[in-house]
């Protein structure tokens, strides 16, 4: 049999990381075992489900390469419905039900002053009335025998038919309801495993009563434990988490996003990091999920970024940063561009952070940064650096050694340390402290920028007082 599974988000909103990483869960599964992978778009909710959310959706998961061999809308599904619906009814497994909002308001009124949990009595189960003109709902009659499965995280799974009533598998609009609609189009489509989070428990439980209605062997399940924030609770906009595109804008890679949330939850050894689709599909299985909950930690997401960040090839990641850069530094050509990233690929944690930290190739820094030019830009260093500019203007810039050389000669003139000289350079040429290695950024922006970038910073230094 062919392991064949599904991801269904409702477009009812965007993305967010805990669906997406239920999705990435079904999908290396399915790819791991040579299977198929399904999106399912549930969009019944017609109040609620928007156009812009479908695509959005789409997008997300498009964006983290995850391919879906098959897509379904359950509104293009009703009839589909109906038809599984009347086969109960016909059967005598289900019902129409004709009790009031008034009477089961009462109903459960009278039960929580007894102390019971509300639930329906079954009044209209009997009735030997068969009216669908009358307005209704459909219940199911729910058989009385305990509802048992194993699921491959949580092991065995067991529920008191008690803890259910006839519960309703269509409304009185004729629209159905969620776990009805789930098993219908899980049958259809053929699903063997169903991975999903741990708060379906209790609906996978009423699943497997519509299963046995129907006849139907129900899927394996694996309930995966919920994302939390670090205060242990369940991860929610308060603990900044965001939907899946609002990580593309902050300059997340797609497949270390992929690559983060697939740990959240699941482990192959020690490895933290996957750089391929291929390295996890060689390790990724059901028994490698974990029982107990993760923890969102939004700095570990970073360091596995910039993990990706360093791996990749310089070519892929210039097309990934090309968004993120400044209309000038686009001017240039993408050998110029290259040599550029190469320099800052170790230090960025984001394509955001990297595109900002090469923009002075491109771009003259407009200032100075203030604590960095407190500190280095002083009288004392003016005459050496006066020394090390007529010394670069007879170098080769293609030539670190001759570079060296310059900066060499001025410090042992003048009986400094390099970061006395090499500090103010590299202010100038990039206006921060912090910057790729002085030859490097020489060699690539070439000697005439260079140079006019080294005279502005010399020509902004005050003099030394006679």
């Not at 039900?97 to 102390?115: H, V």
Request: charged share 30%.
């Amino acid at each position: 049999m062919m392991v064949k599974t599904r991801f269904a988000p409702s477009p009812t909103g965007h993305l967010h990381i805990g669906g997406l990483r239920t999705a990435i869960f079904n999908y290396y599964f399915a790819k791991a075992n040579k299977g198929e992978f399904l999106l399912r778009i549930e969009d019944t909710d017609a109040q609620r489900s928007k156009e812009e959310y479908t695509k959005a959706i789409l997008e997300a998961l498009d964006w983290c390469s995850l391919k879906w061999d098959e897509i379904c809308y359950q509104s293009k599904r009703q009839e589909l419905y109906e038809e599984y619906a009347k086969r109960l009814l016909e059967e005598g497994k289900a019902y129409r039900c004709y009790c009031s909002k008034e009477r089961l308001e009462k109903l459960k009124e009278q039960q929580l002053r007894n102390g019971e949990n509300p639930h329906y009595d079954g009044h209209c189960r009997n009735l030997n009335v068969d009216d669908p003109t009358r307005e209704h709902v459909i219940r199911i009659k729910l058989p009385l025998e305990d509802i048992e499965f194993h699921d491959h995280i949580h092991g065995r799974m067991h529920f008191s038919h008690k803890e259910f009533d006839d519960f309703i598998i269509r409304r009185s609009d004729g629209s159905f309801v969620y776990n009805f609609t789930n098993v219908v189009d899980d049958i259809e489509c053929g699903i063997t495993h169903v991975i999903r989070g741990d708060d379906h428990l209790t609906n996978t439980a009423k699943q497997i009563v519509l299963y046995r209605l129907f006849g139907k062997r129900p899927p394996e399940y694996a309930h995966v434990p919920l994302i939390l924030g670090q205060d242990r609770t369940r991860l929610s906009k308060r603990h900044g988490a965001k939907s899946v595109l609002e990580y593309r804008q902050m300059g997340i890679l797609p497949f270390a996003l992929v690559n983060y949330l697939i740990r959240l939850g699941w482990s192959c050894g020690d490895k933290e990091i996957f750089l391929t689709e291929e390295e996890i599909l060689e390790c990724f299985s059901l028994e490698g999920l974990n029982k107990a909950a993760a923890t969102f930690d939004p700095d570990k997401l970073l360091w596995v970024n910039a993990e990706h960040i360093r791996a990749m090839d310089p070519n892929r990641l210039l097309e990934y940063t090309k968004p993120f850069l400044d209309k000038r530094c686009l001017s240039y050509p993408d050998e110029y561009l290259l040599r550029a990233i190469k320099t800052m690929q170790p230090r960025a944690s984001t394509l955001k952070e990297l595109a900002e930290g090469m923009r002075f190739y491109c771009v003259e820094p407009e200032h100075y940064e203030q604590k960095a030019a407190k500190k280095y830009l002083k009288p004392q260093v003016k005459e050496a650096l006066e020394y090390l500019y007529d010394l670069l203007k007879q170098c080769n810039f293609d030539d670190e050694s001759s570079l060296q050389k310059a900066f060499e000669e001025t410090i042992n003139r003048f009986n400094i340390k390099m970061v006395k000289i090499a500090q103010p350079v590299r202010i100038g040429l990039t206006g921060r402290g912090a910057a790729p290695g002085i030859y490097e950024m020489l060699m690539i922006l070439g000697k005439d920028e260079s140079l006019r970038r080294i005279k502005k910073v010399i020509d902004a230094i005050p003099s030394a007082p006679d």
